[in-house]
Structures are given as structure tokens and as C-alpha cells.
């Protein structure tokens, strides 16, 4: 999203990051060849030519690291930190769309925030690794229901994006903003800090859902 509406000079510089979830047949090599190719064709709406210059692993921080060559999947535990959570602030980075009964929410209470994280994590470990999380879902929710939202300061955005391949305009909609909440939340912090990696709620592909968690 940072380089949304930006235009760049002959020889300079960008980054973009690509969260990849497939562990078991890594394909960043694939993938680089094909960002290669697709910068010989050209990007954007005027097609400027690019080069692929390099290709760098993030580290738990979000900090581009040493390439390597075969980098290892970066691991993220969903175990409760060693000390008491009571408080913290989220960061809604992107527009985000929680739905909740079939809807879509209008405020990120926490019930419906961490349920849909637990919802996307588990899809991916489904799709991608280990299998189904062992977590009474049921329970998590009723859990996740009982913290309270002491802050929200958020925004409505409209966004929208068109493909340049067949023409169509999808919406992307949803809140940005903060907020804080409070109470037991210890158990529910990896869940949190594992969504700034896969993102959450609805067209997460698309970069929504994005957030940054802090701790009090």
C-alpha cells in the first residue's frame, strides 16, 4: 500500500513485501522469476521497464534481512507470552472489513477482531501447514468477548482497484484507525501479532487487514 499513487523517476528505487504462506514447496524462486519477466513487460499504467535488483527475507520485526540464497520460513508461536496481558492498542494499517452474524461490523470490538484473526491463521495452517490448530474455537470466542474495547478512533476509507487485465473495479473499503482494549488478553496476543503477518477479515490478497499491535 506505500506505494499506492506514487510515480518513480528513471533509476530509482522501490520495495514491496510479499507475505508467502506455502511452506511446504517454497516457491520464491519461482516467484522472483516471474516478477523478472513481468518487469521486462513492464509495470504500472504506463508500463515502465524495471529490474528486479534484489530479493531479502523479513525478519519478526518487519526489517529486511541478509539475502540468502535458500532463506528458511520465518516461525511465529501462537503460545501466551510468559507474563500477564491486560492492556493494548491496535493499529489498523489498511481498510479493514470484519464480518460478524453475516455482516459487516462497524466497530472492531475484540470478540469479533480476535476471532477473525484465529479464523485466518487457522485457515493458512490448514491450507499450508501442520493441519487444523487444536483450539476449542467455540471457547476462544466466548473468551476473546469478555475484553473490552476502552478506545476507538477509526475512519471509514473507500478504496477501489481496477484490473488492467479484464477492466473490472472491485471495492476496498473498510475502517482504519486505532484502538485499545482491556482485560485477559494473554492468550490472545499471538494471534494478534501473527495478523500483522497474514493480515485480517475480508481481501486480505488485496493488502486489507493490515495492523500493528502494541503492548502497554
Request: overall charge negative; charged content about 25%.
Amino acid at each position: 500500500m506505500h506505494l499506492d499513487g506514487l510515480t518513480f523517476s528513471a533509476g530509482s528505487e522501490f520495495h514491496f513485501d510479499l507475505h508467502l504462506f506455502d511452506t511446504v514447496n517454497p516457491a520464491i524462486a519461482s516467484i522472483a522469476g516471474a516478477f523478472t519477466e513481468l518487469a521486462r513487460e513492464g509495470l504500472g499504467p504506463g508500463r515502465g521497464k524495471v529490474q528486479l535488483m534484489q530479493v531479502s527475507q523479513l525478519n519478526a520485526i518487519g526489517e529486511a534481512a541478509v539475502p540468502e540464497p535458500n532463506p528458511k520460513p520465518l516461525e511465529l508461536s501462537l503460545d501466551p507470552p510468559g507474563v500477564r496481558i491486560t492492556h493494548l492498542r491496535v493499529k489498523f494499517i489498511t481498510p479493514t472489513e470484519l464480518k460478524h452474524g453475516g455482516q459487516i461490523a462497524s466497530q472492531p470490538d475484540f470478540g469479533i477482531l480476535a476471532s477473525r484473526a484465529r479464523d485466518r491463521i487457522a485457515a493458512l495452517s490448514e491450507f499450508y501447514g501442520d493441519g487444523p490448530l487444536p483450539l476449542d474455537f467455540r471457547a476462544f470466542g466466548q473468551r476473546a468477548a469478555e475484553v473490552r474495547m476502552t478506545r476507538c478512533e477509526i475512519k471509514n476509507i473507500e478504496n477501489k482497484r481496477r484490473s488492467s487485465r479484464t477492466g473490472q473495479t472491485h471495492p476496498l473499503n473498510g475502517f482504519a484507525g486505532e484502538a485499545e482494549y482491556e482485560g485477559e488478553l494473554t492468550e490472545f496476543l499471538p494471534y494478534l501479532q501473527a495478523a500483522k503477518w497474514t493480515g485480517v477479515g475480508r481481501q486480505t490478497v488485496w493488502g486489507k487487514g493490515q495492523l500493528e499491535v502494541a503492548v502497554d
